[in-house]
Every structure is written in C-alpha cells, then in structure tokens.
C-alpha cells in the first residue's frame, strides 16, 4: 500500500514553482520593498475559455472540443451554458456555447510551462505578447487564435479552427507588480513596452541574475 504521506513529500514540485520559491519570490520582494512573505505578488490560477458559437449545437464536435480543452489543460474542462437568450446567433438561455477550465497549484504551473515554452513559440510570426492586457486588479488576459498552437491538439479529431482566451488571475496589488510576476515566469511580452512596466522587468530580471 503506498504511503500518501511519504508520496507527497517525494513528488517533484513543477519546475515553475520551484522557480517562483527560489529566485522569482526574493527579486519580487527586493524590488517592490515588501518584507512580508505572504503579500508577495503570486499566480492564483489560469483560466481557460473556448468558445464555439453555432458549432455549440454539434453534439460531437462539442464533445471533441471538450476532449481537447482537457487534453491541453490536464484536467477535465466543463461546458458553458449561455445566461440569457441571443436571438441573432439562435442561442437560448442554457445553450452550450464553448468550454472552461480553471487550473489551479501544480497543474497552473504545469500548463504555464508548456504555454511558455511550448505552445506560443509555435505562433507564426510570433512578436509578442500584448503588455496593455492586464486589468486594474493585477489580473492579465490574452487570447491565442488556434488551438494547433498546442502539440496535444489531434486535427482529425478536432478540424475546425478554435481559439482560446487565457487569463492569468495574480494576486499583485498592481499592474506594474504583476508584469514583473509574469515576466519572471517567462511570458514574452512585446518589445515595445511602454512607461514604467518596462523598466521595472527589466529590473527584476537583474535582480533576479545577481
């Protein structure tokens, strides 16, 4: 019988957490002057939204499109149902209308890893990530345009094209404090950056390498 206690503490950590407890957390709290632990700027959980308009109505295609969302994701995606009726797109209230997925702990980091490294390299003339995506409270969302950006996608399974929007929820008290999370973790935003943001990642980085 395997001993639950003795697996936990042999399981090996996601490597992007490591990363965070190690180098990102100590640069975070250097930079932003913040002595307390437990107010440093940290990823909360990823979600995931695929729409798929009048293809909701597709039984198996929704069925697919589910199948794939999990497979990107590593955990079971649940269907969204519309809130109220929309006439011009024959969507009634409770009608199916994409998939969701909110990743939390090892799988967050898990499916940022593969995002980074794997996923948004595969985007054809690739130039960046918007940095004007982020939202008052820290929080910062993108979307990708087909899902064929990830290597778990089957064509002949899925051969409609699908996109994804993505949102990364922080709990930074700031835009600037969650650009510098981000960044830390490897996002590759735009060149182009603008005011202070910039700066302050680039800041970060040193910190991060001295």
């Known amino acids: 019988m395997v001993d639950p206690i003795a697996q936990h503490k042999t399981r090996r950590l996601p490597r992007l957490l490591e990363r965070y407890r190690k180098d990102i957390a100590p640069a975070l709290a250097k930079q932003f002057g913040n002595g307390n632990l437990l107010a440093i700027a940290r990823l909360e959980k990823i979600v995931l939204n695929v729409g798929c308009g009048d293809l909701a109505h597709d039984a198996k295609m929704l069925e697919a499109l589910q199948e794939t969302v999990g497979l990107i994701s590593g955990q079971r995606a649940v269907v969204t149902r519309a809130k109220v009726a929309i006439s011009n797109f024959k969507i009634r209230a409770n009608d199916p209308v994409g998939c969701k997925v ?3 702990r090892d799988r967050m980091y898990e499916f940022l890893d593969r995002l980074v490294n794997v996923a948004l390299p595969r985007i054809r003339d690739f130039r960046g990530l918007n940095p004007g995506g982020f939202d008052q409270g820290g929080n910062y969302s993108f979307g990708v345009n087909e899902l064929i950006i990830f ?8 051969p409609n094209p699908f996109g994804m929007d993505i949102t990364l ?5 700031t835009q ?12 590759p935003f735009a060149k182009n950056l603008q005011g202070q943001a ?12 001295e």
């Open 102 to 104: 909110t990743l939390r």
């Open 151 to 158: 290597p778990e996608v089957n064509l002949d399974r899925l």
């Open 169 to 173: 929820v922080t709990s930074a008290k």
């Open 176 to 187: 600037e404090e969650a650009f510098s999370l981000l960044r830390a973790f490897g996002l």
């Open 198 to 209: 910039g700066s302050e990642a680039v800041s970060l980085q040193q910190t991060i390498q």
